[in-house]
């Protein structure tokens, strides 16, 4: 067996840790290298969060369901690389291949009828490429609207005739995670975790273009017109998990500007971003959560903030922190520790162009230290970036991942925090007395109604038990008669769990109706299969639509909460417009349902926060009444 001479710098003291006589000659074997090597890495990197799983961390059994290239993509790129910090890139995909069972996937040629898992199918390109022209019934951004309301106002869909949508055609992807799509005239947007961003015939499913990234991503774009900014006139703006902020022309993909948001080596951009006057303001996110095991790791010194960049140039205009990590002890190993931290903000902000203000909603701290705009919705001044108010909900909701029974070595001090950030958007809901409510939902469960002038809380109102993976998670929807919140208690216990969809007043926070989920199997093979409803709603005149981790996607009466249709997406396999003959469904999860142009688009198969209730390829499902 020939060896080979790698310079291993970090990763031969990380192998020699694990006491292995002799572990570098294993590792010269490469690919070829006992699965004991691949199995001394995950014990001391992984296993501790995941065997048995612990707080949001998969177990084994949702690692394995993992495609190979998503869990190397997760520890070279994702919200996983400093854990990996140290390892080689053989010996990452080492451990993948071990917790996932499978070999990692060849490429798929033209003209193939199934696809290996992992990889993302041949592009089937349109024939032609029509100009982008705007509609009343387009849908831009993930909140549709700079209010981020979810209602989508004009289409020919409504209660009369929803119980007919049929499937028209799918689109198969790779990576585990897909973006909420934008749908501007024909042409529909979105990007993927495998790190590809894709202009689809938003009618027929061929690719107008696709995109490397260089990164995850799961952001929704957004597509704006403005001259002189793209050859073409219109640039979709998208951010990526590299923490990178992309302006592409949106006829052809081709970049027009890129700037880099955050060093924090953790921080990502995963909350979408929202246009006002010349200026796009984008949230960043973190995973710095998952380092609570870590003794040499200095935690944390994560930020969570939000950016103004100029439309046309991408020049940083303000960044504004919600926090400042500073020194604060160091923990058992002598490592230095920082506080505040954390207050991600992972979901899309909300204009107030009357106040001129946005609304940013943001998640726990990861430390003792006090950080009162950790759980809190917050206004900033959409000129300069000044915090005007900050209204926090959850007081010391102190979280790291590992930091439960089993105390990891940068655990805050104290009673660990039940981990209710916001992952919801706020919405700016105008009531028909013509008063203003910022709406906001957390994982607690609980929404509330504050004054938009000064952040007072006016009510609030539980409508689920909440849990680590929500109450409410990703999102709300509202139409100026209710506040629509999708419930998914994932992670409380069944005794208590309350999943489902509940319709709130917004000037009183009173119960209008509630639906729960009904307990359904799920159409794949799971011991976790659950009917938690984590996916955002979306509300059209008279309709609301919901789904959930076990496939289903229902549509319901606005009015009552009576169920009008539904449709198990894994109980079926569809022929894919790019070539997969038998592609798989699964669960409804981070992305939410788009109404545009008399359809409806739906991504099945989404195997987020836990990775237990999906595939490892999403199909995305473009429904139209009796599928025309």
């Known amino acids: 067996m020939k060896i080979r001479h790698i310079v291993l710098s970090g990763a031969v003291a990380v192998l020699a840790g694990f006491g292995f006589t002799s572990a570098y000659a294993l590792y010269q074997q490469g690919d070829r ?37 998503s869990v190397v993509t997760t520890l070279t790129t994702g919200s996983m690389s ?18 996932t069972g499978k070999p990692l996937a060849a490429p798929v040629g033209e003209g193939a009828s199934s696809v290996a898992a992992g990889t993302q199918p041949a592009d089937v390109k349109c024939a032609t490429s029509p100009a982008i022209s705007a509609r009343p019934t387009d849908w831009n951004g993930f909140g549709k609207d700079p209010a981020a309301s979810r209602f989508q106002r004009t289409t020919s869909i ?40 894709f202009s689809l015939d938003a009618k027929t499913g061929c690719v107008y273009w696709r995109k490397a990234l260089g990164a995850p991503a799961r952001q929704s774009p957004i597509v704006e017109r403005r001259s002189g900014a793209a050859p073409s006139g219109w640039v979709v703006y998208v951010g990526d998990n590299n923490r990178d902020f992309h302006a592409m022309d949106a006829m052809t993909g081709a970049e027009l500007w890129k700037v880099n948001l955050d060093r924090h080596p953790l921080s990502m951009l995963t909350g979408s971003p929202v246009i006002h006057g010349d200026r796009i303001y984008v949230p960043v996110s973190s995973s710095e959560e998952n ?26 205009l303000w960044k504004t922190a919600l926090l400042e990590p500073k020194p604060s002890r160091k923990n058992a190993s002598g490592t230095q520790l920082y506080g505040p931290a954390g207050a991600a903000v992972w979901s899309q902000p909300a204009i107030d162009a009357k106040r001129g203000q946005l609304y940013v909603a943001t998640g726990d701290s990861y430390t003792e230290v006090d950080a009162p705009t950790s759980d809190a919705v917050v206004a900033i001044d959409l000129q300069s970036g000044r915090i005007r108010w900050a209204t926090q909900v959850t007081k010391a909701d102190n979280f790291l991942i590992a930091c439960g029974a089993r105390r990891g070595v940068n655990c805050p001090l104290g009673d660990t925090g039940p981990d209710y950030d916001y992952g919801a ?20 469960g609980i929404v509330y109604g504050m004054d938009p002038d000064t952040g007072r809380k006016l009510w609030q109102t539980q409508v689920g038990h909440g849990s680590a993976l929500g109450g409410v998670e990703w999102g709300m929807a509202a139409d100026g008669h209710a506040l629509y919140a999708t419930v998914s208690d994932a992670a409380a216990a069944r005794d208590v769990a309350k999943p489902g969809l509940t319709a709130v007043d917004p000037a009183t926070g009173r119960i209008l109706w509630q639906n729960p989920a009904p307990k359904v199997p799920c159409s794949w093979p799971s011991t976790r299969c659950n009917n938690a409803q984590s996916a955002p709603p979306t509300v059209i005149p008279g309709v609301v639509f919901a789904g959930g981790h076990d496939g289903w996607l229902r549509a319901y009466a606005a009015s009552t909460g009576r169920t009008l249709w539904m449709f198990d997406s894994a109980a079926r396999t569809y022929q894919t417009t790019n070539g997969v003959a038998q592609q798989k469904g699964g669960s409804f999860d981070h992305t939410g349902f788009v109404v545009a142009g008399g359809m409806m688009y739906a991504v099945s198969g989404y195997n987020g926060a836990t990775g237990a209730y999906g595939n490892p390829l999403n199909v995305l499902l473009a429904f139209s009444v009796d599928g025309k």
């Open 291 to 316: 380092m609570g095991t870590q003794a040499s790791y200095s935690c944390c010194t994560f930020a969570g903030s939000v950016a103004a960049i100029d439309l046309k140039t991408g020049r940083l």
């Open 82 to 99: 400093a854990m990996a910090a140290g390892l080689t890139p053989d010996m990452i995909r080492q451990v993948a291949v071990y917790v």
């Open 158 to 197: 409504n209660a009369g005739n929803v119980d007919r949508l049929k499937v028209k055609w799918a689109f198969s992807v790779a990576g585990g995670r897909v973006g909420q799509p934008t749908v501007i005239g024909d042409h529909l947007f979105f990007v993927t975790f495998a790190g590809d961003a």
């Open 425 to 444: 958007s706020p919405i700016l809901q105008s009531l028909p007395n013509g008063r203003q409510v910022v709406l906001s939902g957390q994982k607690s």
């Open 33 to 69: 290298a006992p699965a004991s090597v691949a199995a001394g890495l995950f014990d001391a990197k992984c296993k501790t969060c995941h065997e048995p799983a612990i707080d949001r961390a998969p177990s084994r059994e949702a690692l394995a369901q993992r495609t190979t290239e």
